[in-house]
């Protein structure tokens, strides 16, 4: 699963100075419009909610924006798009096997943007049920350390379902079950400490190692698909070394 951490957190601090902040911005608007829609414009009856404008405030999404995708969302506002939930599946080079969650009001449109991404970049579309096997769905939060210990955060976190605490350097990756990430996100608000994200992802169950030439490779095609308008994100079985992340810069 290192690999995995290790490129969620790369891609983090990648998107906190990125010139794609614009795409960032715009795909945590849309999260925040969907789970308005599917659960109501109350954050604290909707923690699916809560977490989505938590992330979007923690990504500096300005609070007039997060307001308004909550209201387009809720329908108190007019304006929210029909999004649809698509995952793709695929391959990447190496054999890596590659999940494409796509936020779209444009099934056709998100389609042609995938299968040219992947097409462009060494990759290959998948039939549904190929590749999803190899990935479980988790809760995940991102816990910065400020000074915390691996078993301060397990402390508070252990009897609220979670399953595994990893050291990511600068923060820590706490995986639990889906169904109890709202109970360990709870917990950690108990205990006093103040996460960076929290939400449902999809982690590999079997990894595929690589070295650093084939790790550009799949580096260049997960930048390629998640520079498409409509894809939200995009999980690969891959695990890098830190040796091989310092080399890929």
Same mark, same amino acid.
């Given at each position: 699963?290192?690999?995995?951490?290790?490129?969620?957190?790369?891609?983090?601090?990648?998107?906190?100075?990125?010139?794609?902040?614009?795409?960032?911005?715009?795909?945590?608007?849309? @999260? /925040? *419009?969907? +789970?308005? %829609?599917? =659960?109501? $414009?109350?954050?604290? !009856?909707?923690?699916?909610?809560?977490?989505?404008?938590?992330?979007?405030?923690?990504?500096?999404?300005?609070?007039? @924006? /997060? *307001?308004? +995708?909550? %209201?387009? =969302?809720? $329908?108190?506002?007019? !304006?929210?798009?029909?999004?649809?939930?698509?995952?793709?599946?695929?391959?990447?080079?190496?054999?890596?096997?590659?999940?494409? *969650?796509?936020?779209?009001?444009?099934?056709?449109?998100?389609?042609?943007?995938?299968?040219?991404?992947?097409?462009?970049?060494?990759?290959?579309?998948?039939?549904?049920?190929?590749?999803?096997?190899?990935?479980?769905?988790?809760?995940?939060?991102?816990?910065?350390?400020?000074?915390?210990?691996?078993?301060?955060?397990?402390?508070?976190?252990?009897?609220?379902?979670?399953?595994?605490?990893?050291?990511?350097?600068?923060?820590?990756?706490?995986?639990?079950?889906?169904?109890?990430?709202?109970?360990?996100?709870?917990?950690?608000?108990?205990?006093?400490?103040?996460?960076?994200?929290?939400?449902?992802?999809?982690?590999?169950?079997?990894?595929?190692?690589?070295?650093?030439?084939?790790?550009?490779?799949?580096?260049?095609?997960?930048?390629?698909?998640?520079?498409?308008?409509?894809?939200?994100?995009?999980?690969?079985?891959?695990?890098?070394?830190?040796?091989?992340?310092?080399?890929?810069?």
């Amino acid at each position: 699963m290192s690999g995995h951490s290790k490129w969620a957190t790369t891609k983090h601090k990648k998107a906190a100075l990125d010139a794609k902040r614009g795409k960032l911005f715009a795909k945590l608007i849309k @999260n /925040i *419009e969907v +789970a308005a %829609k599917t =659960g109501g $414009g109350d954050p604290e !009856g909707n923690p699916t909610l809560y977490d989505a404008i938590q992330k979007a405030r923690k990504s500096s999404v300005p609070l007039d @924006n /997060i *307001e308004r +995708a909550r %209201k387009r =969302g809720a $329908g108190e506002e007019a !304006g929210g798009a029909d999004w649809q939930t698509i995952m793709y599946e695929g391959y990447g080079p190496n054999g890596v096997a590659v999940l494409v *969650e796509c936020l779209t009001d444009n099934r056709n449109r998100a389609a042609s943007e995938v299968r040219t991404a992947m097409t462009r970049n060494g990759g290959s579309m998948a039939d549904p049920g190929s590749v999803a096997y190899l990935f479980n769905r988790k809760g995940v939060v991102i816990l910065p350390k400020n000074g915390l210990s691996e078993d301060d955060v397990l402390m508070a976190v252990l009897d609220a379902g979670a399953e595994e605490v990893n050291d990511l350097g600068e923060s820590y990756e706490i995986v639990s079950e889906a169904g109890d990430l709202v109970a360990v996100r709870t917990a950690l608000q108990d205990a006093g400490y103040d996460y960076e994200s929290a939400e449902a992802s999809f982690l590999p169950s079997v990894s595929v190692s690589l070295d650093e030439e084939p790790a550009r490779k799949v580096f260049k095609l997960i930048d390629a698909l998640e520079d498409c308008d409509d894809v939200q994100n995009v999980y690969a079985n891959i695990d890098v070394s830190d040796e091989v992340m310092a080399a890929i810069g």
